[in-house]
């Protein structure tokens, strides 16, 4: 099994920036996509950001690019998501997940974190 374990949530004002992180535990997989994915209240649960750990292929949510950049420390087993300008709209409980292989989907994912709270103020 996989365990991830997630920091950096918080609460940011409208035009501020945070830092997620998300540290995976390694066992016996090399080849694998963390990614974050995010959900608001009487919202259904949607892709954000995802990064293959092998070849670094990126994917974006249209709605964050130009503002988030996710990127990854292999050494660390560890994924980031730096969040700039951010607005209300991006308030969400904030989800880490793993999965195995290389192709960065927006869908299905084997592994997942137990969230972190983004709150933006207005």
């Known amino acids: 099994q996989v365990q991830l374990e997630e920091s950096g949530g918080g609460l940011v004002q409208t035009g501020g920036s945070l830092r997620l992180s998300c540290a995976a535990s390694?066992?016996?997989?090399?080849?694998?996509?963390m990614a974050w994915f995010r959900q608001a209240p009487g919202k259904e649960r949607e892709f954000v950001a995802g990064i293959s750990m092998s070849t670094t292929t990126t994917r974006y949510a249209d709605s964050v690019k130009g503002r988030f950049t996710i990127s990854r420390d292999n050494a660390k087993n560890t994924v980031y998501l730096q969040m700039n300008s951010l607005s209300p709209e991006d308030t969400a409980v904030y989800y880490c997940?793993?999965?195995?292989?290389?192709?960065?989907?927006?869908?299905?994912?084997?592994?997942w974190g137990l969230g972190t709270q983004v709150t933006v103020s207005s």
């Open positions: 390694r066992r016996t997989f090399s080849t694998y996509v």
């Open positions: 997940a793993v999965r195995m292989g290389s192709a960065v989907l927006t869908t299905i994912y084997d592994y």
